[in-house]
């Protein structure tokens, strides 16, 4: 399944959280860092929701919209 994550940029370092899953972040140095342990992150909290016998949440949908800066 594909999810949506939010990247934000923060002052030398980057964190990422996953709307549909409250509570999974992940932060590294690097953008690219960063990706990689919010995968791992989700991966492991759909794992361990799964072992509970949680339902899995179906990716939200996500839109984006251009507004005049």
């Known amino acids: ?5 939010i990247i934000e940029h923060g002052s030398g370092s980057f964190s990422a959280y996953a709307p549909d899953f409250p509570g999974c972040v992940a932060a590294a140095d690097t953008e690219m860092e960063t990706l990689a342990l919010m995968k ?7 794992e361990d929701m799964r072992e509970r016998g949680e339902p899995i949440p179906q ?3 996500t839109r984006e919209i251009e507004v005049a800066a």
Do not use: N
């Open 59 to 61: 990716p939200s949908e």
């Open 40 to 46: 791992e992150a989700l991966e492991m909290h759909i």
């Open 1 to 5: 399944m594909r999810y949506t994550i």
